[in-house]
């Protein structure tokens, strides 16, 4: 299939989430051609073998530098060039390097086309920062309840407080010395161990 | 007052000068708020400085040559005012390989000449009985890892794309890569070497140091327009970075260096492999045979944290040598005016030593290298890339 039709795009990343996010992004946009590489083993192979219009790859990902080796004299068939080669376009390398995606394309792709991929790219790897961003202050609020909880409990059985007594003490404690309510929990669990 | 910096570096022992010049204060003394940033390839190294994400970064040599050329990826003028380390990298083999090569090789086995010669028949061996290629991991297509182990093989008759296979790995993936049989053997810096010879994967063949005297090896990179924008930092940057090295290179801080370095958010593996690097004191087999010796890492003595355009220049003819970049004076010119002995010379005034034996590549086989003439040097060797 030529690269005018339906450019195939191939994502590499070792996180199955944000490559489903990014696929399930670019087919909505119409890309139906795309596939996800997970498995970071003979990367090279694999790639020459799909022989992709476009490839994507997460900036935490080493092997990174391994794509680096298709812009070599070498054997390969085609001869993919960078994203940033294009350097009249900086406002969108800064945006793809702060949303931690990279993108590598073969010649003869027209750049309004990867220009567009990219951007798609970029929204979806940040849409799933937030998520993650999301997804971790929940599990930290999770850990702070469960923590709170027990504080609770060790402050009602020493001082013979009720429920909401002992949640009163740790939010006021915490108001007076500005920290979190789930510091001062922690602070208490640490101590009663210590005079167990 | 306080000057933010932003240095990118990749968790390798010869990032060390920077890494202390942060941990010890060396850095904050020069005036300088330095955040190391620690980066998983050399492309976003690379990148992040082009683009001024980065200040500064520790850098492949090669890299802020292509750079500064345009090779490969985008043109970004990048100066080196300060030489990392000389050396540090090894050439490690699978065991299959190591003892094929042993049963072929005539002399002394820590001659590269000898191995180059015996790891020739091993390939003509193969291809007799119609094995595959075999297959060399290195860190990156610029970088000193692919042109050791390329000169080191042509020497002996190997052709470099046409006998064997040479591959771009991610030094975290050698040591997998070897035990998978994905690859025969890697040349990377510390402390991988180290930690596959740890693991029982693979036996150190050469440390680089054999193959040549001095190679310029990571250099800490600016670009040329920030430099030019803000000489008082790179003066301060060059001063910390040199405090660092003389602190690593004297002997009694050796174990507090390799402590720093050990830890997690820095290199992260064992403290006491780190200090065999800075030792030269290696682990050469799992049968935990020792090598020492005084070349293995060089951060700052004999002179090696100054940049020295030769050894640029020897670079620039490595990628003319395998087809990297075409031969061309302007172009050597640009790779030569990389090294900037002259912005080392004035932060440091009196006491930057200067070097020795500039242009002393010592390569063990081809004339002595003649970074005046790199056309003629160049064709004293059999083997190098021919325009197809």
Redesign the interface.
């Known amino acids: 299939m030529g690269a005018e039709s339906s450019p195939k795009i191939v994502i590499v990343d070792e996180s199955p989430i944000r490559a489903a996010i990014l696929q399930e992004g670019l087919r909505e946009a119409g890309y139906a051609d795309v596939v996800h590489i997970s498995e970071?083993?003979?990367l090279?192979s694999r790639i020459y073998a799909l022989d992709p219009d476009v490839i994507v790859i997460d900036?935490?990902?080493?092997?990174?530098?391994?794509?680096?080796?298709m812009?070599?004299?070498s054997r390969a068939v085609r001869r993919p060039i960078?994203m940033?080669?294009d350097?009249s376009d900086?406002a969108s390398?800064?945006a793809s390097?702060d949303a931690g995606v990279?993108a590598y394309i073969v010649d003869g792709l027209k750049k309004e086309r990867l220009k567009s991929i990219l951007d798609l790219c970029i929204s979806r790897f940040n849409a799933f920062s937030k998520l993650q961003d999301e997804l971790d202050r929940a599990k930290s609020a999770l850990e702070d309840r469960k923590v709170i909880d027990r504080a609770k409990g060790i402050l009602m059985k020493l001082k013979g407080l009720t429920e909401d007594e002992a949640y009163v003490l740790l939010r006021s404690t915490a108001m007076r010395e500005k920290k979190k309510i789930g510091e001062i929990a922690q602070s208490i669990l640490t101590a009663s161990e210590l005079l167990k | 007052m306080t000057r933010p910096l932003h240095i990118g570096f990749i968790p390798l022992v010869d990032a060390a000068a920077l890494i202390v010049a942060v941990d010890k204060g060396f850095a904050a003394a020069e005036g300088l708020d330095v955040t190391l940033v620690r980066e998983?390839?050399?492309?976003?190294v690379r990148?992040?400085l082009?683009?001024g994400?980065f200040d500064a970064a520790h850098l492949l040599a090669p890299v802020a040559i292509a750079s500064s050329l345009g090779l490969?990826?985008?043109k970004v003028p990048i100066l080196a005012p300060f030489n990392l380390g000389l050396n540090g990298n090894a050439i490690t083999v699978s065991a299959p390989l190591h003892a094929a090569i042993m049963g072929e090789i005539e002399g002394d086995p820590f001659d590269p000449m000898a191995t180059a010669l015996a790891l020739a028949r091993v390939v003509a061996a193969r291809r007799r009985r119609g094995a595959e290629p075999l297959t060399f991991g290195m860190?990156?297509?610029f970088s000193t890892h692919n042109y050791q182990l390329r000169f080191w093989m042509a020497a002996g008759g190997v052709d470099p794309d046409e006998d064997v296979r040479l591959?771009?790995?991610?030094p975290?993936?050698m040591v997998d890569?070897i035990v998978?049989g994905?690859i025969d053997g890697f040349c990377v810096g510390a402390p991988w070497n180290s930690i596959a010879v740890d693991l029982g994967v693979g036996l150190i063949l050469h440390f680089v140091s054999d193959i040549l005297v001095r190679a310029a090896e990571k250099v800490l990179a600016v670009r040329q327009a920030w430099s030019e924008k803000n000489p008082q930092v790179v003066d301060a940057l060059i001063r910390a970075a040199f405090r660092a090295a003389e602190f690593i290179e004297h002997p009694g801080n050796r174990v507090e260096a390799s402590r720093i370095l050990a830890q997690p958010q820095h290199i992260g593996v064992d403290a006491e492999i780190i200090l065999r690097t800075l030792d030269g004191r290696l682990k050469i087999s799992p049968d935990g045979t020792i090598r020492q010796s005084d070349r293995y890492l060089l951060i700052g003595r004999e002179g090696a944290s100054r940049p020295d355009p030769a050894q640029a220049a020897w670079l620039y003819a490595q990628m003319v040598r395998w087809?990297?970049a075409a031969n061309a004076a302007e172009a050597l010119r640009t790779a030569t005016a990389v090294f900037r002995p002259d912005l080392y010379d004035a932060a440091l005034g009196q006491q930057g030593e200067p070097t020795a034996a500039p242009g002393a590549v010592g390569a063990f086989a081809g004339p002595p290298f003649d970074p005046d003439d790199i056309a003629a040097h160049l064709a004293a060797f059999d083997i190098r890339?021919r325009k197809s």
Do not use: C
């Not at chain 1, 900036?59 to 080796?69: G, T, Y």
């Not at chain 2, 591959?167 to 991610?170: A, N, R, S």
């Open positions: 970071m083993q003979s090279l900036l935490e990902n080493p092997s990174r530098d391994v794509l680096e080796q812009f070599q004299v960078a940033f080669v350097q900086s390398i800064q390097v990279s | 998983v390839s050399w492309s976003n990148d992040k082009n683009i994400l490969g990826h985008v860190t990156f297509p591959v771009v790995l991610p975290p993936y890569s998978n994905q087809g990297q890339h």
